[in-house]
């Protein structure tokens, strides 16, 4: 089945405790973004990757870190966590296409930090 | 500054009624307009638009963008419970780079 997984689905912890959040997807897909949705603010891009070793900042990356060693996997790292990253995350992949761009969303992380 | 504003952020009808769902935007590097529906989990693709004028549809829904005036609108008709979830408008500026909207809640009552 075509999907994207994320773990963990949900995560308590302290602040200033590293943590890692991973995403991966088996379509092959180049493009793999990163987004947080908090109420009110919609959904806003934290960071993008268009293929392997390639990822730029998105609207709000201070904070967090990425890397894309390989094409299905996208994970995300907090190296300082603070209460303010508290929030729902969600990963995404889609292939580029001229007519059709559909991002494939994962089920996503709820991120509480104390 | 990017900007996409959705509206109303918030609307109850009843099952059987027609809702407009506006979505306007300010972004540089335009390429597609996306609207996603989500649920109670991740947003899943409704329609991408590219073109002014040219409607999308998908059995009760559809969805038309307006490049001058910087709008889209999603119809949907004859609503049905299912139809309530919060719906989603972003615009894509350059490729893969997002801007969503803050999301309308549509709750419709039986």
């Known amino acids: 089945e075509a999907q994207v997984t994320q773990n963990p689905r949900y995560l308590i912890t302290v602040t200033g405790k590293k943590l890692t959040v991973t995403c991966s997807q088996n379509m092959n897909h180049e493009y793999m973004s990163w987004y947080r949705q908090d109420p009110g603010l919609g959904l806003r891009q934290i960071y993008y990757?268009?293929?392997?070793?390639?990822?730029d900042k998105g609207d709000v990356p201070e904070g967090y870190k990425v890397s894309r060693k390989e094409k299905r996997n996208f994970p995300l790292i907090l190296e300082s966590p603070s209460p303010n990253q508290t929030s729902l995350y969600f990963c995404?992949?889609?292939?580029?296409?001229?007519?059709?761009?559909?991002?494939?969303f994962g089920p996503g992380t709820r991120l509480t930090v104390l | 500054e990017d900007k996409v504003v959705q509206s109303p952020l918030s609307l109850v009808v009843h099952e059987g009624d027609t809702v407009t769902l506006n979505c306007s935007y300010e972004v540089t590097n335009f390429r597609s307009l996306l609207w996603y529906k989500q649920e109670k989990k991740a947003p899943t693709f409704l329609f991408m638009l590219t073109s002014s004028g040219i409607e999308k549809k998908s059995g009760r829904l559809s969805s038309i963008l307006d490049k001058k005036e910087l709008f889209s609108i999603l119809n949907i008709t004859a609503t049905q419970t299912g139809d309530s979830a919060i719906y989603l408008c972003a615009v894509e500026k350059g490729a893969q780079k997002l801007v969503f909207g803050q999301g309308t809640r549509l709750t419709i009552n039986p």
């Open positions: 995404a992949s889609s292939t580029p296409g001229l007519l059709y761009n559909e991002q494939f």
């Open positions: 990757s268009m293929n392997v070793e390639v990822t």
